[in-house]
């Protein structure tokens, strides 16, 4: 049976509510999903949360998520709007919150065999795109997402509400470049970086599986060194004033390429 | 000569501080622009500030803004970065803030023969989203977003952040669709809308100059009374869990294939 919890002063709030700071989402090894939707896909994938807040059960998915969290051990408490709202800090809250336990984000967890696709991030910084990229990567059958050096944190609530619940369907790792780089190397994948310095257009080129797709910082791009490690340097085509997309969406323009080849083949 | 405002409560300050709110943009017909390499884009387009807030002239481009500026009939005031912070909001502001006046978003003012892509955004609630698909645009060479419904606000900080100077080099119109769709249909143009309910693989039609590609709302796609008025309706490929992608990300891929088939032609 869930517990009914209406004092902003309660533990479980308190714990729920310091999971927007990431130190505290370190130190627990906790963080936070919010809204039907995002829990519904996580539970579809095996995840469910070790405490559930809610404000309303007679939705029928929401009743779902109830029973399946108590019988898998976890806690349903039954709260107020208000609470809701301060424990997300979004002035609209969803009718139900989760606590999730974080992944493993070992690097050699990682089967590379899995998927023909996996998208790789270096110094990513911005927990949106982040989010948006963990979403597209879904869209495109991807594997998951490997964070290089120091990305956002991708378990952060706004990369989980831009991921759309794909940060559940997407496996992720991370690692230094120093690490990435002999794993890469210790099996078949071909790197594919974007970049102002290519010559080739990114539709001249042929991709290969497994296809790794290099994304840089949004401010920098990827460091010089990194790109000239890729196996394939390509370019897309800018027809304006500007030289450069949103990192998220030239992630996207590029992953759908390379869909679009293997679809074609 | 620039001027020095060292004050919070100079009337200049709270004037540019308070466009940060929508009513007051509205109010004042004004908006911020932040930091060097929008407000340098802002220069080449001949758009100059009827503001601009700096904190250190040492920089060339800086120099060459506030010479512009002040030729032009704007003011330079050079003041502190803790007034520049309280401007922007940001913990990092830039070194350079502008106060624009707010361009004219009369549907009349379009020119469809400008450019051979439009791209059209629907209850767009995002400002960030409006922002990416702004710099997308500029990429593509559409010739501007013409709102429809009620959207984000273009001239908010975020929209204007997030648009890395596009939203001085694409045309910005709104418009209810009622007026839209008689002022599409009284010259060419295509319509094309991206939805789960199309059968027509995104590759797979042909798209024709001048394109409109349109984009609906974040969380509800768009209504099928505008699916129905749509040329040509299309699905993009989705290979996983999810059935939709971010709204400025699914705007990048369409556009990419238009101009794409358009590359190889």
Same mark, same amino acid.
């Given at each position: 049976?869930?517990?009914?919890?209406?004092?902003?002063?309660?533990?479980?709030?308190?714990?729920?509510?310091?999971?927007?700071?990431?130190?505290?989402?370190?130190?627990?090894?906790?963080?936070?999903?919010?809204?039907?939707?995002?829990?519904?896909?996580?539970?579809?994938?095996?995840?469910?949360?070790?405490?559930?807040?809610?404000?309303?059960?007679?939705?029928?998915?929401?009743?779902?998520?109830?029973?399946?969290?108590?019988?898998?051990?976890?806690?349903?408490?039954?709260?107020?709007?208000?609470?809701?709202?301060?424990?997300?800090?979004?002035?609209?809250?969803?009718?139900?919150?989760?606590?999730?336990?974080?992944?493993?984000?070992?690097?050699?967890?990682?089967?590379?065999?899995?998927?023909?696709?996996?998208?790789?991030?270096?110094?990513?910084?911005?927990?949106?795109?982040?989010?948006?990229?963990?979403?597209?990567?879904?869209?495109?059958?991807?594997?998951?997402?490997?964070?290089?050096?120091?990305?956002?944190?991708?378990?952060?609530?706004?990369?989980?509400?831009?991921?759309?619940?794909?940060?559940?369907?997407?496996?992720?790792?991370?690692?230094?470049? !120093?690490?990435?780089?002999?794993? @890469?190397?210790?099996? &078949?994948?071909?790197?594919?970086?974007? #970049? /102002? =310095? $290519?010559?080739?257009?990114?539709?001249?080129?042929?991709?290969?599986?497994?296809?790794?797709?290099?994304?840089?910082?949004?401010?920098?791009?990827?460091?010089?060194?990194? !790109?000239?490690?890729?196996?394939? @340097?390509?370019?897309? &085509?800018?027809?304006?004033?500007?030289? #450069? /997309? =949103? $990192?998220?969406?030239?992630?996207?323009?590029?992953?759908?390429?390379?869909?679009?080849?293997?679809?074609?083949?």
């Amino acid at each position: 049976m869930p517990r009914q919890v209406t004092a902003f002063s309660n533990p479980l709030v308190k714990l729920a509510r310091s999971l927007r700071d990431k130190k505290h989402r370190r130190r627990e090894g906790l963080f936070l999903a919010e809204g039907l939707r995002i829990l519904t896909e996580a539970r579809e994938t095996g995840r469910l949360p070790e405490l559930l807040f809610f404000s309303d059960s007679s939705h029928k998915l929401i009743a779902k998520l109830i029973e399946e969290t108590e019988a898998a051990g976890g806690e349903a408490i039954e709260t107020t709007s208000d609470i809701l709202h301060k424990i997300s800090g979004k002035d609209n809250p969803q009718t139900v919150i989760g606590v999730y336990r974080q992944f493993d984000t070992a690097l050699e967890a990682i089967d590379r065999a899995a998927a023909p696709l996996w998208i790789v991030a270096q110094a990513l910084r911005d927990p949106g795109n982040l989010g948006t990229i963990l979403r597209t990567g879904d869209a495109v059958g991807a594997g998951g997402l490997i964070l290089i050096d120091d990305c956002a944190d991708p378990f952060s609530v706004e990369a989980v509400r831009a991921s759309m619940g794909a940060l559940f369907t997407q496996r992720i790792a991370a690692a230094r470049w !120093e690490t990435f780089l002999p794993w @890469l190397r210790s099996g &078949p994948g071909q790197l594919i970086g974007t #970049s /102002l =310095n $290519a010559t080739t257009d990114y539709q001249a080129a042929r991709y290969a599986k497994p296809a790794f797709i290099l994304v840089g910082n949004e401010q920098a791009g990827l460091p010089r060194a990194y !790109e000239a490690e890729c196996d394939v @340097l390509v370019k897309l &085509p800018m027809l304006g004033k500007a030289d #450069s /997309l =949103n $990192a998220a969406v030239a992630t996207a323009v590029m992953a759908y390429e390379v869909i679009n080849q293997w679809r074609r083949a």
